[in-house]
């Protein structure tokens, strides 16, 4: 559907659920949360449904918007959700609607508002709040931004692009802080996060001639630095910042012994053909999937799936 078309089909209908995907990151929530506000100012009851996987850093943004015991919701919408297999922890049932832009998008509603040109959910909900109401509070300002601004690792991924930085010009002429929340979101870390990134950087291996760096965090990483998921945020970033690395990996072992993964590009090499092996997906150039599997055999079955899908 249109933009217009969504803002016409959601005036009409009312007692919104909005979803946010599992181990939700700073697009989900930020515009999920800024559509709630939105619709409310429309005058429609509408609550996120409680992400139990919610981390502190934006707990103050979303949690706010967390729909209370017991509310019976009457059109559920999903932001951000590329499949039904990312719903959140504790959420039965199916979506009415799907807000996102992934290419990976496996259309699991009837109804949709997809645009995989754009560098993140955020920037389509923009276009969407404006539709609704004509204009962007402060409050849904700030909230697009933290979606906005973490989907493209504070404009210095890949994936941002001209419009990118057009929406969040916007959203600062509409009252955004981008000083504070950049600060908050960015250039802060705990002291377990801390050791945590020394530990990774001095286990981390390269394939390839270095074209290929791969960074493993272990369950015993965790316990002798004190970090948790907490201190996560963004982790699988740290992979790709070895100089000569096209693709980049970051292997998590999982309490249940699994490993979740994450995949960074460049141009040459595409993530989520890799991952789509494993049942996951994402973008071309930043995707995820898990693997039942420990560490060192996760890795090496993903080397293999790397040497024939990237020659």
């Known amino acids: 559907m249109k933009t217009s078309e969504t803002a016409k089909l959601f005036l ?37 449904f409680p992400n139990i996987e919610i981390t502190k850093k934006y707990k103050p943004f979303s949690e706010p918007f967390f729909a209370p015991k017991g509310y019976q919701a009457s059109y559920t ?14 959420f039965e049932g199916k979506a009415d609607f799907c807000i996102d832009h992934h290419p990976s998008n496996t259309k699991y509603t009837k109804q949709s508002l997809i645009a995989p040109s754009k560098a993140s959910c955020g920037e389509i909900v923009m276009q969407l709040i404006k539709a609704l109401n004509g204009d ?19 404009f210095v991924y890949s ?48 394939y390839r001639e270095g074209r290929i760096s791969v960074a493993t965090i272990t369950q015993e990483m965790l316990r002798q630095t004190g970090a948790t998921e907490e201190d996560l945020d963004d982790i699988s970033s740290l992979a790709g910042k070895a100089e000569d690395a096209v693709l980049s990996i970051t ?61």
């Open 12 to 48: 009409a209908k009312d007692n919104f659920l909005l979803l946010t995907h599992k181990n939700p990151d700073g697009d989900t929530l930020g515009s999920a949360s800024a559509l709630c506000s939105a619709l409310r100012r429309a005058g429609k009851t509408a609550y996120l």
């Open 77 to 90: 919408v999903a932001v951000d959700i590329a499949t039904e297999k990312l719903f959140p922890q504790g």
């Open 136 to 154: 962007i509070s402060q409050e849904e300002a700030n909230l697009l931004y933290v979606a906005v601004s973490t989907d493209c690792g504070c």
């Open 159 to 206: 994936n941002t692009r001209a419009d990118t930085l057009r929406a969040a010009a916007e959203l600062l002429d509409c009252g955004a802080d981008n000083t504070t929340l950049n600060v908050a979101l960015f250039r802060k870390i705990s002291q377990a996060r801390m050791k945590l990134e020394g530990m990774i950087y001095s286990g981390m291996e390269f």
């Open 251 to 311: 292997i998590r072992e999982q309490p249940n012994g699994e490993s979740r993964i994450s995949l960074r590009s460049s141009p040459e090499v595409d993530c989520s053909e890799i991952c789509a092996v494993f049942g996951g997906g994402g973008h071309a150039m930043a995707a995820g999937c898990t693997i039942q599997s420990g560490p060192e055999k996760a890795k090496k079955m993903l080397l293999d799936v790397i040497d024939e899908v990237w020659k």
